[in-house]
């Protein structure tokens, strides 16, 4: 049963778990379990989502209840009228706050601006050796993304060289065996946490949060962020 965060006459939102496809892609065959069949046998109405939510990543993910809907909020997200925020675990320690400005190419070849900043909320040291370093260091970041490019957080994050763990084509290796030899853990900690827009048709100002999946709760602990 998927957990609802919010729900109206127009509108659903979800908490997307770690490793759930929204719908049907052919580059992932193995799927057997999407979140847009989910959420429709489970309300038993039409859904359709309004923006995109990597497979790996958790979280907030929007669907529209009828086509007017789904339209005008297709127009908010590309027109970037929708404030996103993200939670991560990162390698290393980063800064306070950074913003990230660097420039992402499409499949295509066209490259399309991108920016990102965030702030530090944590940062942990643990007495595990790793590589040629004698602790392990990581941080927890909160993540505002301005613009919406495909693996925009994890490619930007993979470029400041502070790559979001368990993230596979963008990480780094070294660190994501590291977590699956020492907890087990495969899980990509990047958690969509807070969505804020005007509802399309009442006007009103929303704001959804979603509550951390296990698995990231498991690592905050290990952590020592609890």
């Keep these: 049963m998927l957990e609802i965060l919010f729900r109206d006459e127009h509108l659903i939102a979800i908490n997307k778990p770690h490793g759930l496809l929204v719908h049907r892609s052919s580059i992932a065959r193995d799927a057997e379990e999407f979140a847009l069949q989910l959420l429709r046998d489970q309300i038993g109405q039409w859904v359709n989502p309004v923006h995109r939510l990597d497979r790996k990543t958790a979280g907030i993910l929007l669907f529209a209840l009828d086509k007017q809907t789904e339209t005008q909020m297709h127009q908010q997200f590309a027109e970037n009228l929708v404030e996103k925020k993200y939670l991560a675990i990162v390698r290393g320690y980063t800064p306070d706050e950074q913003e990230i400005d660097y420039p992402l190419r499409k499949e295509n070849g066209v490259l399309q601006d991108a920016f990102t900043r965030y702030n530090t909320l944590d940062r ?17 970041v909160e993540v505002t993304p301005s613009t919406g490019r495909m693996h925009q957080i994890r490619k930007h994050f993979g470029h400041i060289l502070h ?25 990509m900690l990047l958690h969509a946490s807070q969505l804020e827009f005007k509802h399309p048709l009442t006007k009103e100002a929303i704001h959804i949060q979603a509550p951390l999946q296990d698995e990231f709760n498991r690592v905050k602990k290990i952590m020592g962020w609890e």
């Excluded at 942990?124 to 927890?140: K, M, Q, V």
């Excluded at 763990?165 to 994501?176: E, T």
């Excluded at 590291?178 to 899980?187: A, I, L, S, V, Y």
């Design 124 to 140: 942990a040291e643990l007495d595990i050796p790793l590589g040629n370093h004698p602790t392990s260091r990581y941080s927890f």
């Design 163 to 187: 790559p979001i763990i368990g993230d596979r084509p963008h990480g780094c290796n070294k660190q994501n065996r590291f977590f699956k030899e020492n907890w087990d853990m495969t899980t």
